[in-house]
């Protein structure tokens, strides 16, 4: 059987009819790769990042007179972290001049022995009593103990000096040692209990 013409409707109607439907799509112009788990086409942020951002822009200082204060808030938190460390031996929080392993050797080097100069402060008022004494043999003799002192904390200084060093190329041969004798030496000058940092080690106690 022939084949039945078909209308010249379906032959000659227009293709903008037929295209029209897929022109109304949105169109993504986007060159970012859609999350599909996300609704708007990016990961949704975790509700504590969200919380830290709004709370990192609610603190932002507007002015100077809040810049300012916020300046002095975080400098006095720093000291008070610094103060803890100092009592604590916290590294993270120590001042730069106490930092570092070498730094924390000699402290320990230190605290471990017992130094002549650490009691030069109530040998001192000792002395100072007995001088102002008004009885010549006293007297002389408080002249005597100055020398004696002063003798004493010298060599025991450079003896101590002398051993730290040798001791810091054995432990730290590789390491910058400088500066660690004489931080080592001042810091045998004070009595151990006024010492910052706090002493970590017991006397006789190897560090």
């Known amino acids: 059987m ?3 013409p078909l209308p010249l409707v379906f032959v000659f109607r227009s293709r903008a009819k037929d295209e029209k439907p ?19 086409g990016r990961p949704t942020p975790k509700r ?4 830290s951002q709004r709370r990192s822009v609610a603190h932002t200082p507007t002015n100077r007179k809040d810049a300012a204060k916020r300046s002095r808030e975080e400098r006095r938190q720093a000291l ?7 009592a604590s031996g916290d590294e993270r929080y120590l001042p730069a001049r106490d930092k ?24 001192a008022i000792v002395i100072l009593v007995l001088s102002v004494v008004r ?24 003896v101590s000096g002398f051993r730290l060093k040798k001791r810091l190329k054995e432990r730290f041969p590789d390491g910058n040692p400088r500066g ?17 940092p706090k002493p970590q080690v017991k006397r006789g106690e190897r560090p």
Do not use: C, T
């Open 2 to 4: 022939p084949p039945e």
């Open 22 to 40: 897929q022109a109304d799509k949105p169109v993504n112009f986007s060159k970012q790769p859609r999350d599909p788990q996300a609704p708007k």
């Open 48 to 51: 504590s990042e969200a919380q």
């Open 80 to 86: 008070e972290r610094q103060r803890q460390a100092l």
């Open 100 to 123: 570092g392993p070498v730094r924390r050797f000699a402290r320990d080097w230190v605290d471990s022995r017992f130094n002549v100069a650490e009691f030069f402060l109530p040998l």
């Open 135 to 158: 009885v010549p043999a006293l007297q002389n003799i408080a002249l005597l103990l100055w020398a004696v002192v002063i003798v004493l904390i010298v060599l025991d200084a450079a």
């Open 180 to 196: 660690a004798v004489a931080y080592a030496l001042m810091r045998s000058l004070q009595m151990r209990r006024l010492r910052l």
